[in-house]
């Protein structure tokens, strides 16, 4: 074997290890968490081998109507920001692209994704003040919770599904919408039945992409939510601050689990999809 | 406008920002007619197309489809249909779908679309693949799937981009023939955009040759290349020798042309004023080539060959005049024996008759 062989071993079993331990250093932490789900004991750091490994914390969880509260609040404003989200999302991609020659276009484009790059904090503050504002002024909306998280979230997250779709509607083949036209369709019939259905993987993953976002989000909601309304990220805050109880492990263990589904789902969607609308190969 | 006009285009410009894409052209296409607009890229020809189709509105003139003024009329609710040089099938939907779309648009009877359907995808010969999606096609089945899609409405005028352009040279010439077939057993008009001349003069009844936005001429494919009005034209279609020179005063029968030290004797047709400045054209086909030892009289121009290149059916060659001028002769191969034809390096007489030869003026 030659020299370069040897070393590309070499290399090959370097990088490989490196990897592992990249995967280690990011799964060690939920791995650790998802274990000590399982333990009986009342201190979260010590391991009880005498009654480990039970499922008490997840009872005690099922039981407890504070969090399951929160977890469906949380799942609610989730999907309702996702779906908001790509709607507007989406109108303003197609906007910055389709809305002929604008002079503005850039300074437009940037300004969509300046909620990307802006501290939440600041977000979640401009926004109660907005809420405060309007209802004084108008009585809507009357009070913070539900409606005023979504908002926010949704205000936050249009801006990415807007940079995703944005991305996905520019490498669009025209010439396809043309197509249609030219067969007889009307603009409406064509959207719905051309850009629409080739758009779908993006809409899916902008719409992932965002209930993920409102999902995990503390600080906006934080602001907005009011003292009614508080989602699962507000509730495990909250639980933090009395100290640690093992009930929370339990609850990540799930919502990693929760994550993951949706995640290989929506994963599994978009590849069919895309397999299914791949561009036909030039011969 | 005559009853057999399908398309009539009246002094037509589409300006882009600073750019003339198409300026002042104005033609009129025949019913039943396969009209090729030719030229390279960027002349023009597919701004052209795509006013013809709707996609583009028209800067100044006019264009009558059937004696109607299609101005406001949006590409959805012309009369046309184009075949997309991408094809652009759509992807998410089989060949069947992809056929009936069209029909769906008119509010056709589910029967009625799907008889219409199997009939076209028979006659592009494409029965058995109605179910498949355009990405399982080759690149020819996809080309028919197009081409079904935008006849299955049955138009009163097809627009085609560069139809053949994306197909290789074998199913090129297969399917240029099932085309004009196809054309004839339908009667519908088809415009045809191409930069290949081949494919326009295999296809077309009419060609228009573009340059910079302007139809520069139109006629038949036999007329574009042995009569080209312009020396554009003449060196745009096909390959060609260009002598300049001018008129010169000769007595004994027809005029000559001075083109450097040659003397070119004119066909007799020819009647100009000495003196006057021209260029005459010959295609290389047109000049015979034979070894100067063969031939006893002094006929013709001396040269020699300083190239050959052999293509099989013929070879081309490059011979340098005893003047210093270079010609291009092509000559058919029709015999095996390889010293049967002339090499390289060997002193040769050219010959061509006098009729062969464009005179150009421009």
Redesign the interface.
């Known amino acids: 074997m030659s020299r370069r062989g040897y070393g590309s071993l070499a290399a090959g079993r370097f990088s490989r290890f490196m990897l592992v331990l990249g995967f280690l250093f990011l799964y060690l932490p939920i791995i650790s968490l998802i274990i000590f789900s399982f333990n009986y004991s009342r201190l979260v750091t010590v391991w009880d081998s005498a009654n480990s490994p039970s499922l008490r914390w997840y009872q005690e969880l099922l039981n407890n109507e504070a969090l399951l509260g929160a977890a469906w609040l949380s799942v609610q404003v989730a999907a309702l920001t996702a779906t908001l989200a790509v709607v507007l999302g989406t109108l303003a991609a197609f906007a910055l692209l389709r809305a002929g020659p604008l002079r503005s276009r850039a300074l437009l484009s940037a300004m969509i994704g300046a909620p990307l790059v802006m501290p939440e904090i600041i977000t979640g503050l401009s926004l109660l003040l907005l809420f405060v504002t309007l209802e004084q002024w108008l009585g809507w909306p009357a009070g913070r919770g539900m409606l005023t998280i979504v908002i926010a979230h949704a205000t936050l997250a249009m801006a990415y599904v807007a940079v995703v779709v944005q991305s996905r509607l520019a490498s669009f ?1 025209r ?2 919408e ?10 409406t ?1 064509v959207f719905w ?2 850009t629409l ?2 758009m779908w993987p993006a809409l899916l993953s902008g719409w992932l992409l965002a209930f993920t976002l409102s999902w995990d989000d503390v600080v906006i909601a934080q602001f907005v939510a009011g003292p009614n309304a508080s989602t699962l990220p507000m509730w495990v805050f909250s639980k933090l601050r009395l100290g640690v109880s093992p009930e929370i492990n339990a609850l990540a263990t799930l919502v990693i689990l929760f994550v993951a589904l949706v995640l290989g789902c929506g994963t599994w969607l978009s590849r069919r999809r895309e397999r ?8 | 406008m005559s009853l057999s006009e399908c398309v009539k285009i009246e002094s037509l410009s589409k300006h882009f920002a600073e750019t003339v894409a198409v300026s002042d052209v104005s033609l009129s296409v025949g019913r039943g007619e396969i009209f090729c607009l030719l030229g390279g890229s960027g002349c023009g020809k597919t701004t052209l197309l795509r006013m013809l189709a709707g996609f583009e509105r028209p800067t100044a003139g006019r264009i009558l489809i059937d004696g109607m003024d299609m101005a406001d009329v949006p590409p959805n609710r012309r009369p046309v249909n184009l075949m997309f040089q991408s094809y652009a099938l759509f992807p998410h939907m089989s060949v069947f779908q992809n056929v009936a779309f069209g029909l769906e648009q008119e509010r056709v009877s589910r029967t009625e679309i799907d008889r219409r359907v199997r009939e076209m995808l028979d006659a592009v010969k494409l029965e058995g693949l109605a179910g498949r999606k355009p990405q399982q096609l080759s690149g020819g089945q996809r080309q028919r799937v197009a081409l079904a899609r935008a006849l299955v409405k049955r138009p009163k005028l097809l627009l085609l981009d560069e139809p053949l352009g994306a197909l290789d040279k074998k199913l090129r010439e297969h399917t240029q023939f099932e085309l004009v077939a196809l054309q004839r057993q339908l009667g519908i008009t088809f415009v045809v955009v191409t930069h290949d001349q081949q494919e326009a003069m295999s296809l077309a009844t009419r060609i228009g040759v573009m340059n910079q936005g302007r139809i520069v001429q139109v006629g038949t494919p036999d007329e574009i290349y042995e009569s080209p009005a312009t020396r554009f034209v003449a060196d745009f279609i096909g390959s060609v020798n260009i002598f300049e020179g001018h008129i010169g005063n000769s007595g004994e029968g027809g005029l000559i042309a001075h083109c450097g030290a040659l003397q070119i004797p004119l066909p007799s047709r020819v009647a100009m004023p000495d003196g006057t400045r021209l260029a005459l054209a010959l295609r290389p086909e047109k000049i015979r080539l034979q070894r100067q030892s063969d031939t006893g009289a002094q006929v013709g121009q001396r040269g020699t060959v300083e190239e050959v290149g052999y293509l099989g059916e013929s070879s081309h060659y490059r011979v340098r005049l005893d003047d210093g001028t270079p010609l291009r002769v092509d000559v058919v191969n029709h015999r095996r024996d390889a010293s049967q034809r002339i090499q390289r390096a060997e002193r040769v007489t050219l010959t061509w008759s006098a009729d062969d030869l464009i005179v150009l003026t421009d």
């Open positions: 083949d010439s396809l043309e197509a249609a036209l030219d067969l007889g369709a009307t603009p019939t039945r051309i259905p080739l299914q609308v791949q561009r036909p190969v030039s011969t």
